[in-house]
């Protein structure tokens, strides 16, 4: 597995790109009061308190392309599990409101702390809600003081506002009432973000479409295009109360 293999696994797994350091507000999307307007958004978001999930992850980037098995462990609005292996385990992630933790087995090193490491290695302000949300394929609400423009496109609802310096932009496909694309453009700099969901197919028990299949793209400015490709071959929602096993082996090496 590729050395730079951990750093990939937090870029992909939580769904979030190398634009700039300025590309998601750094407030929380879950406490923030709700914008004006967003009362005409017909996103609905999945509801749960357990979700765990399993397939494949494929990754093209300039210093890397590789396939691996992924494991997704979810506590609604607690925890988030990551899990990534090529025939062995090689990196697992822990992700909590106010604590990153990651084990990289095969450089025997891991790191423990805050939100601060997430930020730096992805050069973007990163909070948990966002990552939450943007891992599950929910909507990405706009800021109480922001008034999000929202229009109907054809089959897609399309709703945009302005946060910073970023433009957010976001389709919703109205027969399941599902986001099926964000896209963020950073004004400046012109680096773009894009996920998109598809092959969405219902959960028990609420019948709530998912997306099993989710293609996220960076493009920056300068420099070449890097994609990931998660398909998922089953997701569990609340049949059972899940673990979050992490603990660091004996003589393992903290990363600062």
């Known amino acids: 597995m590729n050395k730079c293999f951990p750093l990939v696994l937090l870029w992909v797994g939580l769904l979030l790109s190398g634009c700039s350091n300025k ?18 958004v017909k996103a609905k978001n999945l509801e749960f308190r357990y979700l765990k999930a399993k397939g494949k992850i494929k990754i093209d980037m ?3 392309q590789q396939t691996a098995n992924l494991n997704v462990r979810v506590r609604k609005d607690s925890a988030i ?25 095969l450089q025997r090193e891991y790191y423990a702390g805050d939100y601060a490491y997430l930020s730096r ?3 973007v302000p990163v909070t948990f809600d966002r990552v939450q949300a943007l891992l599950l394929g929910n909507y990405l609400p706009a800021e109480a003081t922001t ?17 910073g310096n970023v ?8 027969t399941r009432n599902r986001v099926q694309q964000i896209k963020l453009a950073e004004q400046q700099s012109q680096n773009q973000f894009t996920v998109d969901y598809s092959d969405f197919r219902p959960l028990d028990p609420s019948g709530l479409p ?18 990931a490709t998660i398909n998922y ?16 082996p004996k003589g393992y090496v903290r990363k600062k």
């Open 233 to 248: 071959r089953n997701v569990d929602v609340d049949k059972e109360s899940l673990s979050f096993p992490f603990s660091v």
């Open 81 to 105: 599990w990551l899990s990534v292996s090529l025939g062995i385990e090689g990196v697992r992630a822990y992700i909590t409101r106010d604590s990153v933790q990651v084990i990289n087995y």
């Open 167 to 174: 433009l957010i932009t976001q389709l919703i496909e109205l």
């Open 210 to 227: 998912f997306a099993y299949a989710v293609l996220v793209q960076g493009q920056p400015t300068k420099g070449k295009l890097s994609t």
């Open 62 to 64: 300039p210093q890397l």
């Open 23 to 40: 590309i998601f507000p750094s407030k929380s999307a879950t406490t923030a009061a709700p914008a004006k307007g967003s009362e005409l």
């Open 147 to 163: 008034s999000p423009k929202i229009g109907d496109e054809g089959p897609m609802q399309r709703v945009e506002f302005q946060e």
């Open 121 to 123: 290695l992805l050069n």
